[in-house]
């Protein structure tokens, strides 16, 4: 397995535009998790689906933010409008069950200039 | 709700030296502990966890961490580091029973000079 794959990996906009993260889960895993990492406030839970279906979305600084996976093998973490705020690593993980602790992939380093 | 304190934001060391990346946690319930290492710019890695019998777990590396309970601290050591161990290590709990999320604490950055 290629592992959980996300795109881009890099993502550089100007405030007020929409920005799309996308992830690609393992196959077989049905957890899915959005964090969003920076320095001052370090790992941070936004959203967790199971089986497709959103869990606990408290995380979720606000509206501007949503996230949406419309079948097993994709998700999209969607923030618009985009601010300077927003800025920082945003991972997503899968997992096939609690015990097993979670995959991550590489990142989305988003940069809102 | 759960929480993890790592008590050191920083830890340099010299090669070939003992490191010990100490965290703490606290929970109302029975809990599963993860180790997590992250590379520079990578995603996070799994290093062990902790689900239940013996409190020494063994992982990747040659890492391992040891669960007590009392003391509810879930420390991780490694008896001879690497210049290659340099990255940032995660410490997590997991509540038994309840939401499958994990509550990650900081970070350690573990700095290993030659």
């Known amino acids: 397995d290629a592992g959980v794959i996300q795109s881009p990996r890099h993502e550089v906009t100007e405030m007020g535009q929409e920005v799309t993260l996308r992830c690609k889960p393992i196959s077989g895993h049905d957890y899915l998790f959005w964090y969003r990492q920076t320095m001052m406030r370090g790992l941070e839970l936004l959203i967790y689906?199971?089986?497709?279906?959103?869990?606990?979305d408290s995380g979720m600084p606000e509206d501007r933010f949503s996230a949406k996976m419309p079948n097993a093998s994709f998700s999209t973490l969607k923030i618009q409008p985009s601010e300077p705020r927003d800025s920082a690593v945003y991972f997503c993980a899968s997992t096939d069950g609690p015990f097993n602790g979670y995959t991550f992939g590489s990142g989305t380093r988003l940069t809102v200039v | 709700a759960q929480s993890v304190t790592q008590l050191d934001s920083q830890v340099p060391v010299f090669e070939e030296a003992p490191v010990e990346l100490r965290c703490n946690y606290s929970?109302?319930?029975?809990?599963?502990l993860f180790w997590y290492v992250q590379y520079p710019n990578q995603g996070l890695q799994l290093l062990l966890k902790?689900?239940?019998?013996?409190?020494l777990v063994k992982g990747i590396n040659g890492f391992e961490a040891e669960f007590n309970k009392s003391q509810t601290s879930f420390h991780l050591r490694k008896p001879s580091v690497h210049i290659s161990d340099t990255a940032e290590y995660f410490c997590?709990?997991?509540?038994?029973?309840?939401?499958?999320?994990?509550?990650f604490g900081k970070g350690t950055k573990l700095t290993v000079n030659p």
């Open positions: 902790y689900l239940s019998g013996s409190t």
């Open positions: 997590a709990v997991e509540n038994q029973g309840g939401s499958e999320k994990l509550v």
């Open positions: 689906f199971n089986n497709n279906v959103p869990i606990d």
């Open positions: 929970s109302s319930v029975s809990v599963y």
